[in-house]
């Protein structure tokens, strides 16, 4: 008689990570993981000799060089121009006006040998010759403001940057084919500010209510996700999901036409996107862009909030602000295509002619009795104040308006990045960055050994986003994907990957993506390094792999019931040893699984002469 025993499953070597901490863990946001995996990683470092590897994170390790070489070029300056006024040693006056863009010619005349000196030059040159601007006006704005000696006026933005911003935004996320009027500024500090910013001013003005229902398409940012259920606002979620599927079964991460036709419910009060995506990094194809544009005339109070920050990574990239304008609030951040994320520096953009100054001036009489009351100290007339505004004031509870703004010296250094883009008339250091994150997929895909994505002209590739089951389906079909779910958290293969090898990834399910999906950044590493990776994600795959077939041999084998047990307790102690570490898991199991093999391949020849 048979035994019923149970059959025990093989598993892949033990983790210090319980399954039950994994499900814990799995709560936090991927950016909180995230660190947890890094201390695991570094006490990996202590035990072998290996480096950790992180592409959490998606700070770039590059940084744009001219405009930084400029900025401090032009602090030289300022601080010549403030001693001119009155120098005591160690107290100096204000730079003054008069003559300055001259004098700032001469000093340049001077450091012809000076990182920074032709780009300065440049930038007069584009803000006198171009733009039309008083010489010394616009001198001035930037040498006062270098210093940082007075408050920012106006507020929002100071007049001259805001119109190389402007032409900044134009020239990257319009495709230089921008829409009829002109857009409004507030830079701010950093795309995260903004996104805040947003939210509390679309609440304050009676926009958004808690409750309303707004949608987000995923996989997006995961604090887009956070924000949206925090206890103030309590949105209900409509998830738009690029859930789109190319042939052979992978992922192409865009938005099939059924899950953006229910934007046009409109009961949908704001949508927003990362525009091209994150983690996936697929901009908008012009096909679905096509569709948002016609749905908006069925849904016109819509509000939609698209952040672009990663929009210069896709050659011709034209955002929701070039093509449905009066309806979309633009957040752009220069920190990763400049390398200047300690810079926090960000740009709220909306159209002159917009959807929330229309649907404030309709709001009932209640409501504008309160909104005048809100911001009457600030304006005679404040049923005229732009929603733009209203943010401006709503940033520094209104109360303190007159001291509202970015610093002046971030508004410098924002100007002179953009001012890099529209002097650099090739796009040479535009096509460079391209270059860099492409180079590091082509290595990762090394890595990997596995085919390369079919060409998606639309694709940023400063993120990706890998399927883990995707490929789990395709190379060994449903039953190595029940046994991954039935035995592992989705987040194991992170575990595995910081424990054993050193290497920090993101979760994938917490930005709103497939729950086994995995995010690497292209951007934060050495290039060699991704194909390191690559080779690392192989092998803690390959665990997996090698203890299903395990099983799977002794299921279909002649013993198969029996109560065979199948132990894992050779490769569960060997990762006890410091000596012994991944290697020994990885070779136990080979040899049980050639073991089994080859009982299974007697069996069959006994049987056969029988």
């Known amino acids: 008689m048979a035994s019923t025993a149970p059959l025990s499953i093989s598993l892949a070597s033990a983790l210090k990570t319980t399954r039950s901490r994994q499900r814990d863990l799995e709560q936090l946001s991927p950016f909180e993981l995230k660190d947890y995996l890094i201390t695991l990683a570094k006490d990996n470092q202590h035990t072998a000799a290996l480096t950790m590897l992180n592409a959490g994170r998606g700070n770039p390790n590059w940084i744009a060089t001219e405009p930084r070489d400029a900025f401090f070029l032009l602090g030289q300056f300022a601080m010549k121009e403030a001693r001119r006024v009155r120098d005591e040693t160690i107290l100096a006056g204000m730079p003054p006006k008069k003559g300055c863009a001259d004098r700032l010619r001469k ?226 951040s220069f920190s990763k295509n400049f390398g200047c994320t300690g810079w926090r520096l960000g740009v709220i953009a909306t159209h002159e002619t917009n959807t929330m100054d229309r649907r404030i001036a309709e709001l009932p009489a209640a409501w504008k009795k309160r909104l005048n009351k809100r911001y009457g100290a600030m304006t005679m007339e404040p049923e005229k104040l732009k929603f733009i505004d209203r943010m401006v004031a709503d940033s520094r509870n209104v109360a303190l308006n007159h001291t509202a703004g970015l610093s002046l010296p971030q508004q410098v250094q924002m100007g002179l990045f953009a001012l890099s883009h529209l002097l650099d008339l090739k796009d040479d250091y535009k096509h460079l960055t391209m270059k860099i994150v492409r180079d590091r997929r082509d290595a990762l895909w090394r890595g990997l050994g596995i085919p390369m994505p079919p060409e998606d002209p639309m694709r940023a590739w400063y993120y990706v986003e890998l399927d883990f089951m995707v490929w789990a389906k395709i190379m060994y079909g449903d039953g190595f994907c029940k046994y991954m779910v039935g035995n592992y958290e989705p987040v194991d293969f992170l575990f595995r990957l910081a424990e054993k090898s050193g290497v920090v990834l993101m979760d994938g399910g917490g930005f709103g993506g497939p729950p086994w999906s995995i995010r690497i950044s292209l951007a934060n590493l050495d290039d060699g390094d991704y194909a390191k990776i690559g080779k690392h994600m192989v092998e803690a795959a390959t665990e997996y792999v090698e203890a299903w077939k395990h099983s799977e041999l002794v299921r279909s084998g002649p013993t198969a019931g029996k109560g065979q047990k199948i132990k894992a307790s050779a490769a569960k102690r060997s990762t006890g040893s410091k000596k012994a570490g991944a290697s020994v898991a990885r070779k136990a199991i080979k040899q049980a699984v050639k073991k089994a093999d080859t009982d299974a391949k007697s069996a069959r020849k006994g049987a056969a002469r029988k």
């Open 107 to 332: 000093f340049l005349s001077k450091n012809k040998g000076q990182e920074g000196r032709d780009f300065l030059l440049g930038a007069l040159d584009y803000g006198v010759k171009v733009k039309g601007f008083d010489p010394d006006a616009w001198i001035h704005e930037l040498t006062d403001s270098v210093i940082g000696d007075n408050y920012p006026v106006p507020p929002r933005a100071l007049v001259h940057l805001e119109q190389i911003v402007h032409d900044y935004l134009i020239k990257e996320m319009c495709d230089g084919r921008p829409p009829k009027g002109k857009f409004d500024l507030f830079p701010v500090e950093g795309g995260t500010a903004a996104m805040c910013y947003i939210f509390d001013s679309l609440m304050q003005n009676g926009l958004l209510k808690q409750g309303d229902t707004i949608a987000l398409f995923l996989p997006t940012f995961t604090p887009y996700i956070e924000i949206a259920h925090l206890e103030r606002f309590q949105f209900k979620i409509v998830a738009i999901n690029a859930d789109s599927m190319r042939a052979d079964g992978t992922h192409d991460w865009h938005y099939p036409a059924s899950e953006i036709a229910k934007l046009e419910d409109p009961k949908i009060k704001l949508a927003v996107t990362v525009n091209p995506s994150n983690p996936p990094s697929v901009a908008f194809s012009p096909v679905e862009m096509k569709q948002i544009v016609r749905l908006i005339r069925k849904n016109p109070d819509l509000v939609l909030v698209t952040d672009d920050v990663y929009g210069t990574f896709v050659p011709n990239f034209r955002s929701l602000m070039a093509e449905v304008p009066h309806n979309t609030i633009c957040v752009y």
